[in-house]
């Protein structure tokens, strides 16, 4: 393999210090605040909070099984650095920098907080690198800002080991981590491009939820318009109640004015009477008065008939006015009836748009998802496993080859066309060779 470029070599070194160093100085942090000893009582105590988090769809599934495993304890070895920043950040009070832990902190921030921000900027930062290089300036601040925060986390021995590291020669297992880099960006890369496609999918949908929200708005302005209408209809109804109410009182008040003018016309013609009976008792005094006396009571009985005619017609209207009233009173209850049904459903309206809150909050969190999962970094243990056999086998360790065939390690992996085995044959080591030859022939 051709030896690597200086650019490359700043890339390798500072992986190698966010993956290999960076995560032991947080977990010394970890367990100082969450004694081992102590870990599980701590978590069941935290449990409510803990499961919070896990159904916001901050912790996953397997980081749920970390804290809570179905068998055994809990152990911060198997927790990666996001975990245990999560776990840090909710259960803990320790002071977040000034701009939050999500971006990366001023130089001259340097609380515990501070640096774990700082850790979990840069590891996110190299894990969306789309390139395998970095300039020697920006590699000599970063690595100054890391191996800083390492030693405030871990203490001062792992700042000689962050020096030991920046010096190091890298050897052939480093330049086999920079090809596994590359391959591993390339499917990163199209990860990502299926990921934005879902994104964009998810926007898409969201806009038309939004577009549909906006419909139900209008529609329901309109509704409220429409209440609104019904609503002063309402007032001039009563309005024009009101004033038919006055005229029926005024009538009534006509009515009883009438009635008392008509006592008194009975009253004078109760006197007339009592003058007709003194002008009969007169009359052989006087014919001629008697005759005057005569037409003036035919006078009279015909006004009176008048007035009676009158009264009649007054009872005819106002018996009209009572219908009128009765029709008015059975309109206004209809119009109660119909606000009531526009109330329903208005009411209808109102619990459709919660629901359309509801699965609009369900798509932000979904959103939110997505967006976590593109943070998430490569598992680096993956490349591990990938490694370890072909590096004990070019080593001649064949206790260690025993054990990792133990556990199922893939020895059909190849590195410059080379298997396992093929590696065992061309170091010369017999007993390797032999012991892989056993298991390929169990494995057939």
Same mark, same amino acid.
């Given at each position: 393999?051709?030896?690597?470029?200086?650019?490359?070599?700043?890339?390798?070194?500072?992986?190698? =210090?966010?993956?290999?160093?960076?995560?032991?100085?947080?977990?010394?942090?970890?367990?100082?605040?969450?004694?081992?000893?102590?870990?599980?009582?701590?978590?069941?105590?935290?449990?409510?909070?803990?499961?919070? =988090?896990?159904?916001?769809?901050?912790?996953?599934?397997?980081?749920?099984?970390?804290?809570?495993?179905?068998?055994?304890?809990?152990?911060?070895?198997?927790?990666?650095?996001?975990?245990?920043?999560?776990?840090?950040?909710?259960?803990?009070?320790?002071?977040?920098?000034?701009?939050?832990?999500?971006?990366?902190?001023?130089?001259?921030?340097?609380?515990? !907080?501070?640096? +774990?921000?700082?850790?979990?900027?840069?590891?996110?930062?190299?894990?969306? %690198?789309?390139?395998?290089?970095?300039?020697?300036?920006?590699?000599?601040?970063?690595?100054?800002?890391?191996?800083?925060?390492?030693?405030?986390?871990? !203490?001062?021995?792992? #700042?000689?080991?962050?020096?030991?590291?920046?010096?190091?020669?890298?050897?052939?297992?480093?330049?086999?981590?920079? +090809?596994?880099?590359?391959?591993?960006?390339?499917?990163?890369?199209?990860?990502?491009?299926?990921?934005?496609?879902?994104?964009?999918?998810?926007?898409?949908?969201?806009?038309?939820?939004?577009? $549909?929200?906006?419909?139900?708005?209008?529609?329901?302005?309109?509704?409220?318009?429409?209440?609104?209408?019904?609503?002063?209809? @309402?007032?001039?109804?009563?309005?024009?109640?009101?004033?038919?109410?006055?005229?029926?009182?005024?009538?009534?008040?006509?009515?009883?004015?009438?009635?008392?003018?008509?006592?008194?016309?009975?009253?004078?013609?109760?006197?007339?009477?009592?003058? %007709?009976?003194?002008?009969?008792?007169?009359?052989? $005094?006087?014919?001629?008065?008697?005759?005057?006396?005569?037409?003036?009571?035919?006078?009279?009985?015909?006004? %009176?008939?008048?007035?009676?005619?009158?009264?009649?017609? =007054? #009872?005819?209207?106002?018996?009209?006015?009572?219908?009128?009233?009765?029709?008015?009173?059975?309109?206004?209850?209809?119009?109660?009836?119909?606000?009531?049904?526009?109330?329903?459903? @208005?009411?209808?309206?109102?619990?459709? =748009?919660?629901?359309?809150?509801?699965?609009?909050?369900?798509?932000?969190?979904? %959103?939110?998802?997505?967006?976590?999962?593109?943070?998430?970094?490569?598992?680096?243990?993956?490349?591990?496993?990938?490694?370890?056999?072909?590096?004990?086998?070019?080593? !001649? @360790?064949?206790?260690?080859?025993? $054990?990792?065939?133990?556990?199922?390690?893939?020895?059909?992996?190849?590195?410059?066309?080379?298997?396992?085995?093929?590696?065992?044959?061309?170091?010369?080591?017999?007993?390797?060779?032999?012991?892989?030859?056993?298991?390929?022939?169990?494995?057939?």
């Amino acid at each position: 393999m051709a030896p690597l470029l200086e650019e490359e070599e700043n890339y390798i070194r500072l992986a190698l =210090l966010l993956r290999g160093v960076a995560p032991r100085a947080v977990r010394t942090y970890f367990d100082k605040e969450f004694p081992p000893t102590y870990l599980l009582s701590t978590f069941n105590k935290n449990y409510n909070t803990l499961n919070g =988090l896990f159904k916001k769809r901050i912790l996953n599934q397997a980081q749920w099984n970390l804290l809570f495993p179905k068998s055994g304890i809990p152990d911060s070895k198997t927790f990666d650095v996001t975990l245990m920043i999560c776990v840090i950040r909710n259960l803990t009070s320790v002071s977040p920098p000034k701009y939050g832990f999500d971006h990366l902190p001023q130089q001259g921030e340097t609380t515990p !907080g501070s640096d +774990l921000a700082r850790i979990k900027w840069y590891r996110n930062k190299i894990a969306h %690198h789309d390139r395998n290089t970095m300039s020697t300036g920006d590699f000599n601040t970063a690595w100054t800002d890391i191996a800083d925060a390492v030693s405030r986390l871990g !203490g001062l021995p792992m #700042n000689q080991e962050c020096q030991d590291l920046k010096l190091k020669i890298l050897d052939q297992s480093n330049q086999e981590i920079m +090809l596994e880099i590359k391959i591993s960006q390339k499917e990163m890369k199209l990860l990502r491009q299926t990921m934005d496609i879902e994104h964009s999918t998810l926007k898409e949908n969201l806009s038309d939820l939004q577009d $549909s929200q906006s419909t139900l708005q209008t529609e329901h302005s309109i509704v409220i318009e429409n209440l609104r209408d019904l609503n002063d209809s @309402h007032s001039t109804l009563q309005t024009e109640q009101s004033s038919t109410t006055d005229t029926l009182s005024d009538l009534q008040d006509s009515q009883r004015t009438l009635q008392t003018e008509h006592s008194i016309v009975i009253e004078n013609l109760r006197d007339l009477n009592d003058s %007709h009976s003194t002008l009969q008792t007169e009359q052989s $005094s006087t014919t001629d008065t008697l005759s005057e006396l005569q037409d003036s009571q035919r006078t009279l009985q015909t006004e %009176h008939s008048i007035v009676i005619e009158n009264l009649r017609d =007054l #009872n005819d209207s106002l018996s009209t006015l009572q219908t009128e009233q009765s029709s008015t009173t059975d309109n206004l209850s209809d119009l109660q009836d119909s606000q009531r049904t526009l109330q329903t459903e @208005h009411s209808i309206i109102i619990e459709n =748009l919660r629901d359309l809150k509801d699965s609009h909050s369900t798509l932000q969190i979904e %959103h939110s998802k997505v967006t976590e999962i593109l943070k998430d970094p490569i598992p680096w243990n993956i490349r591990e496993q990938i490694t370890e056999v072909l590096e004990t086998c070019y080593k !001649g @360790h064949a206790e260690i080859v025993e $054990s990792l065939l133990k556990y199922k390690a893939d020895c059909y992996l190849k590195c410059d066309g080379l298997t396992s085995l093929g590696i065992a044959r061309r170091a010369n080591h017999s007993n390797i060779v032999d012991l892989l030859e056993r298991w390929d022939k169990q494995s057939i």
